[in-house]
């Protein structure tokens, strides 16, 4: 299968957009919705949760693992490739989805002035600035955290006044930073969620960008360009889902995804 992984229901709107462009393979997504929100917590805790989580889909039958979190891809990552992933198991592979996003963000903007959204550890850890910065090196990129987003997603708080409240609030400061930026990112796989909000807020013009495409055509094209684990990978068309929390909650969660009657199972890590 292939992995799919979040701190909890985010990756969910990467997940819905790998199985239109890849409808023939299994998948296997997992959430770790006990622990949600990882955007506050420190590089150590998302490393060390990050860690656990891809080794649980590696045990699953997972040869390649896309980790569906910008945080998690912005904190773990690279040492999970570095420093794990030789010694642990050198035949499998983990993505992540800021350097694909960081790749094409250019592309889409006219003034070169983009804006992002993220959750403080992406922001802090810069690294959509540091990516940005080899492929657009002429962009002008100004970053805002919004760390109540993903707790009001998780929550299902997707229309609440309360909710409108914080995102006019995010909005307007990234825009106070820089009045010409043409292009949005939300760099964090949970916003898609709030986006008739955003829209609501975003001055005209501006284009809202999510990730869910560009990260499905790179792990197409990864695909192709990588036969030794596309061989791996189990083709039925199914797709299981676990998490860290009740399968109860993860189920109503995953329904307000559009994820419509499926079974989640509980993983409980080993160690
Ligand atoms: N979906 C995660 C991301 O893309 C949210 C992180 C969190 O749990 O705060 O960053």
Redesign the pocket.
């Known amino acids: 299968m292939i992995g799919v992984f979040?701190?909890?229901f985010?990756?969910l709107t990467i997940l819905r957009e790998l199985k239109k462009a890849l409808p023939q393979y299994d998948f296997a997504y997992l959430g770790d919705n006990a622990r949600?929100?990882?955007?506050?917590r420190s590089f150590e805790t998302i490393y060390a949760y990050t860690r656990q989580a891809v080794d649980s889909l590696f045990s699953l039958g997972c040869p390649l693992v896309i980790l569906a979190?910008?945080?998690?891809s912005a904190k773990a990552l690279r040492s999970i490739q570095q420093n794990d992933l030789p010694s642990l198991v050198p035949e499998n592979r983990v993505l992540g989805i800021v350097r694909p996003t960081a790749e094409c963000i250019g592309q889409f903007s006219k003034t070169g002035h983009v804006g992002i959204l993220?959750?403080p550890?992406?922001v802090s850890s810069e690294s959509y600035l540091m990516e940005i910065s080899h492929f657009s090196p002429d962009l002008v990129v100004s970053q805002h955290s919004c760390p109540l987003w993903?707790p009001l997603v998780e929550n299902g708080e997707l229309e609440s006044a309360g909710t409108e409240y914080f995102v006019k609030r995010d909005i307007e400061t990234l825009f106070r930073k820089d009045p010409l930026i043409d292009t949005v990112l939300l760099?964090?796989?949970?916003y898609p969620l709030l986006t008739p909000i955003i829209q609501k807020f975003l001055p005209k013009g501006v284009r809202l960008v999510s990730q869910g495409e560009i990260v499905a055509k790179r792990t197409l094209d990864y695909l192709n360009r990588h036969p030794e684990i596309e061989i791996r990978l189990k083709k039925t068309g199914k797709t299981e889902f676990w998490t860290t929390d009740t399968v109860d909650f993860f189920e109503k969660g995953a329904f307000l995804f559009g994820e419509r009657n499926i079974s989640a199972k509980k993983l409980t890590f080993s160690y």
């Open positions: 979040d701190s909890g985010g990756g949600a929100p990882y955007g506050t979190c910008n945080t998690a993220a959750t550890g992406t993903v760099a964090c796989t949970h």
